[in-house]
């Protein structure tokens, strides 16, 4: 039994100015911390809000890091120390290193962030998807507003340290996605290794690795890994009520234009 299975619902998130995270995996001295939090200029992050595939983006990272590294026998480091997980980080000061920025349409993120959250403890739970699509709408959820987190990302756009990528142009060419990542990190690697890269992150080979990256976690987590599974839950008042909320809010953007909304999201 975990913790946040003993607590009360009012009591698994707080909030950090105005966004709800999780009271059991987060907290306020670290948001604290992090504002001090100062990055090298050499620094790689990675951005994305939960259940837009930040495992498989920080797998393809690690294994292009280590591929280098093997390579060229330069060891990466965090606090000058050498690393074998690539671990996860607020954001601090955005003006200081290179943002790998994950992105993924919200239909599926709210799909597989619902189908979480059931058996995430740590989550508040629902009893069903039309409860759990309300709070999405609003924000209520853990991290907060996807919709707000788009449109605050969107103001670092066109920011040159920071690249935008899809979840859903890197199903569909794997290989294409790995190498804009190398290219943008300035790893040089060479078309082999960088399809090796592409092969050890593909859905089935990271959920076959599963049991020992994430232990019992790995079934979980490397759910469904596909496109379009949120048509098994939308109502036709769902896909209204997003569409519009997209529309007003996020199609004008370069990253509303991104996420190709009208291929992904649209019956
Ligand atoms: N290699 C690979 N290829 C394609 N898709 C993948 C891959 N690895 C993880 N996934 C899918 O990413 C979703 C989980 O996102 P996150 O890793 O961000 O989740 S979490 O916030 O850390 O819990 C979750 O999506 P759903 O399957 O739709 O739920 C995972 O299956």
Known sequence: MVVADTMDREDLMFTYKGIPYPTTLCSYEVF?????????SDDMILAGFPKSGTNWFGHILLELITTFEKKTEVKPTIYGEEFDEFPYLEIGDTEKY?????????KDLATSFFKFSKVMAPFPTYESWD??????M?????WGSYFTYLSEWNKHADDEHVMPITF???KENPLLGVKKIAKFFELPLNEEELKEVAERSSFQAMKNNSKETHGVF???????????????LFSE?????MDKIFEE??????????????VWCKV
């Open 32 to 40: 604290k911390a992090m504002e001090s939090f100062e990055a090298r």
């Open 138 to 142: 609003i924000g209520n959820i853990p």
């Open 249 to 262: 809010r996020l199609a004008q953007t370069k990253l509303g234009a991104k996420i190709k909304y009208n």
């Open 218 to 232: 790995g079934n979980v987590l490397f759910r469904k890994g596909g496109v379009s599974d949120w048509k098994s």
């Open 98 to 106: 290179q943002i790998l920025l994950l992105l993924r349409n919200p």
């Open 237 to 241: 008042e769902q896909n209204q009520e």
């Open 131 to 136: 409860e759990f699509f309300k709070d999405f």
């Open 168 to 170: 859903e142009e890197v």
